[in-house]
């Protein structure tokens, strides 16, 4: 069966700190791996990877995809109060089907 | 922000009633999608629709039914509505083509009491 496992599911850290959220797969057909932020009401779009080892950035935000491994990885760097949200890591087959992870709970303290 | 419009916001309503949910878009996206959201689960895609009368199942299909006879509207219908169909639920659109993000609707939150 498809599935996608975020890790950590909740973590804590303090403004300036540098975190890694960790999302791994198991989806037939893989189209594409996306990286969603989700604060109090929709999920906004951050990036998303279809081709191993291209890392793609905004600001401080960046990932990564590795697809013999099959995982993604979302860095951000110098976080800020405003990076807390839960964050959300969804894997596109070719026949449109979405799988979503669990999110993981990002907050961080000034 | 991607111009969707999820009516009504919020919703409680009782066992057993129907409930249909409405999806506005006005950028003209050929894909649309319903999901709910339930804690522990994530997202969970329900059925998804490529164009005017073309729907398919998605994960969750189970006791909802959708509809769109116009390329700006998705409606969800829950024919009998039971506790376990509480839930938010959200909206999303994308275009046609590979490499195209969804973008998600604000969410409508459902009780069922």
């Known amino acids: 069966e498809d599935k996608v496992v975020q890790s950590p599911l909740s973590l804590v850290v303090h403004e300036g700190d540098t975190v890694t959220l960790n999302c791994s797969y198991e989806?037939?057909?893989?189209?594409?791996l996306l990286w969603y932020k989700q604060e109090k009401k929709a999920p906004t779009f951050l990036f998303m990877l279809?081709?191993?080892?291209i890392e793609k950035k905004s600001g401080r935000l960046s990932s990564i995809l590795d697809k013999k491994e099959l995982f993604s990885i979302l860095n951000i760097t110098a976080t800020q109060t405003g990076d807390s949200a839960i964050y959300l890591c969804?894997?596109?087959?070719?026949?449109?089907?979405?799988?979503f992870g669990a999110g993981t709970r990002l907050t961080v303290k000034p | 922000d991607a111009g969707i419009t999820q009516s009504p916001r919020h919703k409680v309503t009782e066992t057993g009633t129907p409930v249909t949910l409405r999806c506005h878009q006005t950028?003209?996206?050929?894909?649309m999608y319903w999901y709910r959201q339930d804690p522990g689960h994530g997202l969970r895609l329900i059925h998804y629709?490529?164009?005017?009368?073309?729907?398919d199942k998605g994960e969750v299909s189970d006791g909802y039914s959708v509809s769109r006879s116009k390329t700006e509207d998705f409606l969800l219908t829950l024919e009998s509505a039971t506790s376990s169909q509480t839930s938010v639920y959200f909206c999303?659109?994308?275009?046609?083509?590979?490499?195209?993000?969804?973008?998600f609707g604000d969410g409508t939150r459902l009780s069922i009491l």
């Open positions: 999303a659109i994308s275009e046609a083509g590979s490499n195209q993000p969804q973008h």
């Open positions: 989806v037939t057909n893989f189209r594409s």
């Open positions: 279809t081709s191993s080892g």
């Open positions: 969804a894997v596109e087959a070719w026949n449109n089907d979405m799988r």
């Open positions: 950028e003209n996206h050929r894909y």
């Open positions: 629709s490529y164009g005017v009368k073309d729907t």
